[in-house]
């Protein structure tokens, strides 16, 4: 276990839409990669956003507040054209959109903090309610757990050890799930981050934009890129292109996310052709390019079908 993630910290680079309304529920059912239609009020989603070509748009950690009112956490640099474009699809739907960033601070919280706020630790996409406020357990990073923190603005701030924001951005990339920021708009399949083996997508609920082109890379073996644990020596730019060093011409991969490291260096996450990872020399950047080394993943990838 690593000895640095513990307390808890604000994530300003976070941002919250909202949706409410009679028919908020089937509206994001609907548009997005998870099922919100039997979502319990004791669980979170992970959910994409696809354009028709089923590329990602944006991603999602959502969860109920009641019947009628639904909160989708996404990084804030996408907030904006993703509150537009969902609007758009609303039409005759007694649902409304909105950006509730200001009515909701967000915190990570992790280590012994976990357990201090919820009383215990729990499974990946679990969620405890605490008067008006949501914990929402994430994937642990190097075997400390992980949570996200959902309270009304107004209420005051958790208590506990304070985490450096550097040290939650780091267990967030070696926690191996993703957040779409701006510089990856429209690049990846959900399977190419590894959405699918982490209760990203569902396979059996109805259609939304993009389905067709995430089924069939499920299910005709037609998926050939992953996402992957780095590390690297020295500072790599989120959508920075990587290359396999007997081919500097074409590309084999993109930066998804990065984070200092507590022992030095960058940690990583990188999308990447499977047939490159096994190659194993890679390196971002054509020109100087900067050293990948990868690592194990902390979760199982699910077979194709």
């Known amino acids: 276990m690593t000895p640095y993630l513990h307390g808890i910290t604000p994530l300003s680079h976070l941002g919250v839409?909202?949706?409410?309304?009679?028919?908020?529920?089937?509206?994001?059912?609907?548009?997005?990669?998870?099922?919100?239609?039997?979502?319990?009020?004791e669980q979170a989603r992970?959910?994409?956003?696809?354009?028709?070509?089923?590329?990602?748009?944006?991603?999602?950690?959502?969860?109920?507040?009641?019947?009628?009112?639904?909160?989708?956490?996404?990084?804030?640099?996408?907030?904006?054209?993703?509150?537009?474009?969902?609007?758009m699809f609303v039409l005759r739907a007694k649902a409304k959109l909105s950006d509730a960033s200001e009515e909701f601070a967000l915190y990570g919280v992790a280590g012994d903090s976990v357990a201090a706020l919820a009383g215990s630790v729990q499974t990946p996409w679990s969620k405890t309610d605490?008067?008006?406020?949501?914990?929402?357990?994430?994937?642990?990073?190097?075997?400390?757990?992980?949570?996200?923190l959902v309270a009304p603005a107004s209420t005051p701030a958790p208590t506990g050890p304070a985490l450096d924001a550097a040290l939650w951005a780091w267990g967030e990339v070696r926690s191996g799930i993703a957040t779409l920021s701006a510089p990856l708009v429209d690049k990846f399949v959900p399977q190419m981050l590894n959405y699918e083996s982490v209760g990203g997508v569902n396979f059996k609920k109805g259609c939304y934009p993009g389905q067709e082109v995430v089924a069939r890379s499920q299910f005709r073996g037609t998926l050939k890129r992953r996402t992957y644990l780095a590390h690297a020596a020295t500072e790599v730019a989120v959508g920075a292109e990587v290359f396999t060093p007997d081919d500097l011409e074409?590309?084999?991969?993109?930066?998804?996310?990065?984070?200092?490291?507590?022992?030095?260096?960058?940690?990583?996450?990188v999308s990447l052709q499977v047939a490159a990872a096994a190659q194993g020399a890679l390196q971002v950047g054509a020109i100087d390019g900067v050293v990948l080394t990868l690592d194990a993943l902390p979760y199982a990838l699910a077979q194709e079908v």
């Open 250 to 269: 074409q590309p084999c991969g993109t930066v998804v996310q990065v984070a200092p490291a507590p022992a030095g260096g960058w940690a990583a996450l």
């Open 17 to 41: 839409i909202r949706a409410q309304g009679d028919d908020a529920v089937k509206f994001l059912h609907g548009q997005l990669t998870n099922d919100f239609a039997l979502l319990g009020m």
């Open 130 to 148: 605490q008067g008006d406020s949501s914990l929402i357990h994430l994937y642990p990073a190097d075997g400390q757990a992980r949570a996200l």
């Open 46 to 87: 992970l959910a994409a956003f696809l354009s028709a070509q089923g590329r990602m748009q944006a991603s999602f950690i959502g969860f109920k507040r009641s019947a009628t009112e639904v909160l989708l956490v996404c990084s804030r640099d996408l907030l904006a054209p993703t509150l537009k474009r969902l609007s």
